[in-house]
């Protein structure tokens, strides 16, 4: 009788743990996710998220990666718009090293993030089109600081030489906030940056 009750109490408790598994959350893809990740695809479902179900994101070597690329296309750039407006400018060489030495901050800081702490991981980072949203905020807003500081610096809008000085330079940099971010996301959808 006793060996009766046990039996029908553990297949209660059996039935419990099949309901309850059964019950669970219905959109945990995690072993899709993972299956996909291992074959090299990329996949989405109707959550529509960033997470990873794994151990999680190497944020900082993300970081440093993206930053690291980003400096190199803006060193390129630079390096084209002083072939293009050199004359005009007419810079000497400490002002232009002075410009890049300020494009390379961010990516030393996350070089040295990284070298601090290389497998800090999170479990997810914003979406795409949240990310890209919030850049072209901080584009808009620095435009409007830009067209600002060229107002208040009495900017004679009839001198290239000026104009090209407070407002076409700074707004070009500008324009690149969003591109990081395109390179940052580009970056993570290889999948290299995901742990198992």
């Known amino acids: 009788m006793r060996n009766e009750n046990l039996e029908k109490v553990t297949e209660e408790k059996q039935e419990r743990v099949e309901r309850k598994q059964i019950n669970s959350d219905p959109s945990d893809f995690s072993d899709l996710y993972a299956m996909a990740n291992r074959e090299g695809f990329k996949i989405r479902t109707s959550h529509n998220t960033n997470k990873y179900v794994g151990n999680g994101i190497l944020i900082n070597k993300l970081r440093a990666h993206s930053s690291f690329v980003f400096f190199i296309l803006l060193f ?12 005009i400018l007419e810079w000497k060489n400490p002002v232009k090293l002075i410009i890049l030495g300020c494009l390379a901050i961010y990516p030393l800081i996350t070089l040295f993030m990284y070298l601090l ?6 479990d997810e980072v914003s979406q795409f089109k949240d990310a890209m949203g919030v850049a072209l905020i901080i584009t808009f807003q620095m435009t409007i600081i830009i067209l600002c500081v060229a107002l208040f610096a009495s900017v004679d809008f009839n001198n290239f030489k000026e104009v090209s000085s407070f407002i076409l330079l700074p707004f070009i940099l500008a324009l690149n906030i969003p591109i990081y971010f395109i390179l940052k996301y580009s970056l993570l959808s290889t999948g290299k940056y995901f742990t198992e």
């Open 76 to 87: 390129v750039e630079a390096l084209i718009l002083n072939f293009a407006l050199s004359s």
């Open 117 to 122: 702490s290389p497998k800090r991981l999170v």
